[in-house]
Antibody
Framework: EVQLVESGGGLVKPGGSLRLSCAAS????????MNWVRQAPGKGLEWVSS????????YYADSVKGRFTISRDNAKNSLYLQMNSLRAEDTAVYYC??????????????WGQGTMVTVSS | DIVMTQSPDSLAVSLGERATINCKSS????????????LAWYQQKPGQPPKLLIY???TRESGVPDRFSGSGSGTDFTLTISSLQAEDVAVYYC??????????FGQGTKLEIK
């Protein structure tokens, strides 16, 4: 079964750090670009970051640029999001999502269940 | 950046009736070299992650019922549910994935039963 499972969420104080992980299974992880998308409580979807299959291309939303770092370990079938200098507005469910193809421009066909990040003092 | 705007924000439709959701992009998402519109539709039910319904503006994802259809080109797109079922109650999002990121989503349309 094709599956993505996020972990690493939790409660963190403003200015703190957190590292999210996404474990992939059931498909050849190294062949797909991957993404992080977040959803604040009661709000819509916000694309956060993307990484190509070989990590050659990395992109960030302006709202997280300079604070978040996306990475992947194809040997471990895992995607990561290192989040530093966290703010209250980063509070959200964070989803990892797979590109439907390893190409520039693809819909997100597989999503994890999400992990909740709460930034509060 | 390409901005996606959906209408309406919410919609109530009777069971068995047609539901129509619109999505407009601030610039064309039609790639002339392959004549494809880089536009997707997602369905999100409460407490669940989004589910891909439609990609390339009109291609149904495997397993999606054929009552769901997508249309449009360039900057104006439509998701149509031909005969609303109770299980279709959800929030629907459009997304553009034209060229390189950012890949913006519309604000969402909440679909309810009348």
């Amino acid at each position: 079964e094709v599956q993505l499972v996020e972990s690493g969420g939790g409660l963190v104080k403003p200015g703190g750090s957190l590292r999210l992980s996404c474990a992939a299974s059931g498909f050849t992880f190294s062949s797909y670009s991957m993404n992080w998308v977040r959803q604040a409580p009661g709000k819509g979807l916000e694309w956060v970051s993307s990484i190509s299959s070989s990590s050659s291309y990395i992109y960030y939303a302006d709202s997280v640029k300079g604070r978040f770092t996306i990475s992947r370990d194809n040997a471990k079938n895992s995607l990561y999001l290192q989040m530093n200098s966290l703010r209250a507005e980063d509070t959200a469910v964070y989803y990892c999502a797979r590109d439907k193809a390893d190409a520039v421009g693809a819909a997100f066909d597989i999503w994890g269940q999400g992990t909740m990040v709460t930034v509060s003092s | 950046d390409i901005v996606m705007t959906q209408s309406p924000d919410s919609l109530a439709v009777s069971l068995g009736e047609r539901a129509t959701i619109n999505c407009k992009s601030s610039q064309s998402v039609l790639y002339s070299s392959n004549n494809k519109n880089y536009l997707a539709w997602y369905q999100q039910k409460p407490g669940q992650p989004p589910k891909l319904l439609i990609y390339w503006a009109s291609t149904r994802e495997s397993g999606v019922p054929d009552r769901f259809s997508g249309s449009g080109s360039g900057t104006d797109f439509t998701l149509t549910i031909s005969s609303l079922q109770a299980e279709d109650v959800a929030v629907y999002y459009c997304q553009q994935y034209y060229s390189t990121p950012p890949y913006g989503f519309g604000q969402g349309t909440k679909l309810e039963i009348k």
